[in-house]
């Protein structure tokens, strides 16, 4: 089984500056999907960037973008010139491209504070 | 926009109790999930369902059960009601992904605070 694990409860940017959220994981798959996802204080979980294993490039999408080291099996979130609307808990999640359903396996979350 | 809705945002019900959570979707998502979110856990897959009265078990489904009689409708369903569910559930919906596509965005709901006293 997949297991996603975010070590940072809480993390906390000045605005305007840049700030890099963790995600490690464990699978014995070679192909698989990386999100995060943003939950707001009104709680509507979004999705923030997707990458997929067999590609190389790190996605970007505007301001955030990941670093996806594969064989460390590590998948960092990087948010730059924060604001403050990006105050939010952060999710890291795996999806096989072989179990059904579209499952989803979370990390912990890690907690955003943006300090004006 | 594709809009996934709960039936309520907050809910306390007594130990013991039957209690039903409805979750629609308006984008006839094929793939539906219920999801409870817990401080330090993150987010634990409670059951999923890929068609019409077709349904998997997730990763936590004890003390669960759910229904999709209708495809924009998924529900949870706590047959009776402990203190340990007192929880953040969330429903998502997907679509399914194609072969050779690309992952299939899950869109959530709002939650509900289902508080079991």
């Known amino acids: 089984a997949q297991t996603v694990t975010q070590s940072q409860p809480e993390m906390s940017v000045q605005e305007a500056e840049t700030v890099t959220l963790s995600c490690t994981y464990d699978?014995?798959?070679?192909?698989?999907?990386l999100f995060w996802y943003k939950q707001p204080p009104s709680r509507q979980m979004i999705l923030v960037i997707r990458?997929?294993?067999?590609?190389?490039q790190n996605a970007t999408e505007n301001r955030f973008s990941v670093n996806f080291q594969k064989a460390a099996k590590s998948f960092s979130l990087k948010i730059s010139d924060s604001q403050l609307g990006d105050a939010a808990m952060y999710f890291c999640?795996?999806?096989?491209?072989?179990?059904?359903?579209?499952?989803?396996?979370f990390g912990e979350g890690t907690q955003l504070t943006v300090n004006p | 926009d594709v809009k996934v809705t709960q039936s309520s945002r907050y809910l306390v019900k007594r130990t013991g109790e039957k209690v039903f959570l409805e979750c629609v979707q308006d984008?006839?998502?094929?793939?539906m999930f219920w999801y409870r979110q817990d401080p330090g856990l993150g987010l634990r897959l409670i059951y999923f369902?890929?068609?019409?009265?077709?349904?998997e078990k997730g990763d936590i489904p004890e003390g669960y059960s759910v229904s999709r009689e209708k495809k924009e409708r998924f529900s949870l369903i706590l047959e009776s009601a402990s203190t340990n569910q007192t929880s953040m559930y969330l429903c998502a919906s997907s679509l399914v992904r194609l072969a050779g596509g690309p992952a299939r965005e899950q869109y959530f709901g709002p939650g509900t605070r289902l508080t079991v006293t």
């Open positions: 990458q997929e294993a067999y590609k190389q």
């Open positions: 999640a795996y999806r096989s491209k072989e179990t059904s359903g579209s499952r989803l396996t």
């Open positions: 984008m006839d998502h094929e793939n």
């Open positions: 369902s890929y068609d019409v009265k077709m349904k």
């Open positions: 699978t014995s798959e070679s192909d698989y999907y």
